[in-house]
């Protein structure tokens, strides 16, 4: 099953404009983590962020973390059209589970030119 | 560095027959998933190695699924008369042990089964 729903399910933007995706879960978490897929291909991680953080940044990218709201926030700013793909979240367990990753419905984006 | 592998990338196959797909995960990581995959969905889990035990079993992993890491190493994932529900991408994955990076997994290109 899904952890959770992500929001909006499509995401059309131009090129040069900010994309914000977020992410709601339903149980007590380790961590959270925003992966990358291209169509039809593997996924590509491209940040985590624990349950004790708040926000974190990696290049264009921001995330946040809520908690107390069990949801999450992934802005990547200065978009561009290679940034189009479908982008997960995916929660891990507090414990046990082997840190295997529960993914969201996921959103696709689209960056035109 | 060579990264996760799967082999095939593409599988057809009819109503009934088995299957097997194989992984080859990033050399010394000790754990290895398998998820599955539908069109519009996010990946689900249906099993895990830590080294060659399977410590896990989803259960979406039904009586006709099997998966094996004899040596620790590669992994097969193999499924009996399949159904045309098992149509979707299988997605291996690998990760660490024993440091922070753990966490992280690393995704290989997936196997899309078509089963007609």
């Known amino acids: 099953s899904q952890q959770g729903e992500e929001d909006p399910q499509a995401l059309s933007i131009q090129e040069g404009e900010n994309a914000t995706m977020n992410c709601s879960y339903k149980?007590?978490?380790?961590?959270l983590q925003w992966y990358r897929q291209n169509s039809g291909r593997g996924l590509v991680h491209l940040i985590l962020?624990?349950?004790?953080?708040r926000e974190k940044h990696s290049g264009r990218l921001r995330v946040t973390l809520d908690t107390s709201k069990k949801s999450s926030s992934l802005l990547i700013t200065a978009s561009r059209a290679a940034d189009t793909a479908s982008y997960f979240c995916?929660?891990?367990?507090?414990?046990?589970?082997?840190?295997?990753?529960?993914f969201g419905t996921g959103t696709q984006l689209k960056v035109e030119l | 560095d060579t990264g996760v592998s799967q082999d095939p990338r593409h599988k057809i196959t009819k109503r009934g027959q088995n299957v097997t797909f194989r992984c080859d995960p990033i050399?010394?990581?000790?754990?290895l998933y398998w998820y599955r995959q539908t069109l519009g969905q996010g990946p689900e889990f249906l099993t895990y190695?830590?080294?060659?035990?399977?410590?896990?079993k989803s259960r979406l992993l039904s009586d006709r699924f099997s998966a094996e890491r004899p040596k620790g190493s590669f992994s097969t994932l193999e499924i009996q008369r399949t159904e045309q529900g098992d149509s979707a991408m299988y997605l291996c994955?690998?990760?660490?042990?024993?440091?922070?990076?753990?966490?992280?997994?690393?995704f290989g290109p997936g196997t899309r089964l078509t089963v007609l």
């Open positions: 149980t007590s978490i380790n961590n």
């Open positions: 190695f830590q080294n060659e035990a399977q410590l896990e």
């Open positions: 995916a929660t891990v367990l507090p414990t046990g589970g082997g840190n295997k990753l529960t």
């Open positions: 994955a690998s990760s660490p042990l024993g440091s922070a990076s753990t966490d992280t997994q690393y």
């Open positions: 962020i624990r349950s004790n953080e």
């Open positions: 050399s010394e990581h000790n754990r």
